[in-house]
Nanobody, 124 residues
């Protein structure tokens, strides 16, 4: 069992930066692949970024490539999403999620555990 708690959301002007964090409790955090998803009001949840168990591989949705950076510190059971050059369309609730089994890093249905989400709002 893994519990995930996000933090670091807030209100930022367009062009600014924000870092959201996700702390995991439970065993074997380093064996989980981690993902970040977001859900804007009235829209479906979408994949944003993913990271392998070691942190050696990262994956990004096209619209955030070059602006967002996913990282993890397994010693702290924490995964981070650094978001730069933020745009109003990045406004959403951001969720971290953990998976260990087969499936796709890009598909929400393949993740086993989810955090409660943190609101990120970008003003224009």
């Amino acid at each position: 069992q893994v519990q995930l708690v996000e933090s670091g959301g807030g209100l930022v002007q367009a062009g600014g930066s924000l870092r959201v964090s996700c702390v995991a409790s439970g065993r074997s955090f380093s064996s989980y692949r981690m993902g970040w998803f977001r859900q804007a009001s009235g829209k479906e949840r979408e994949f944003v970024a993913g990271i392998s168990w070691s942190g050696g591989s990262t994956y990004y949705e096209d619209s955030v490539k070059g602006r967002f950076a996913d990282s993890r510190d397994n010693a702290k059971n924490t995964v981070y999403l650094q978001m730069n050059r933020l745009k109003p369309e990045d406004t959403a609730v951001y969720y971290c999620a953990a998976r260990r089994g087969s499936g796709s890093d890009y598909m929400a249905v393949d993740y086993d555990y989810w955090g409660q989400g943190t609101q990120v709002t970008i003003s224009s």
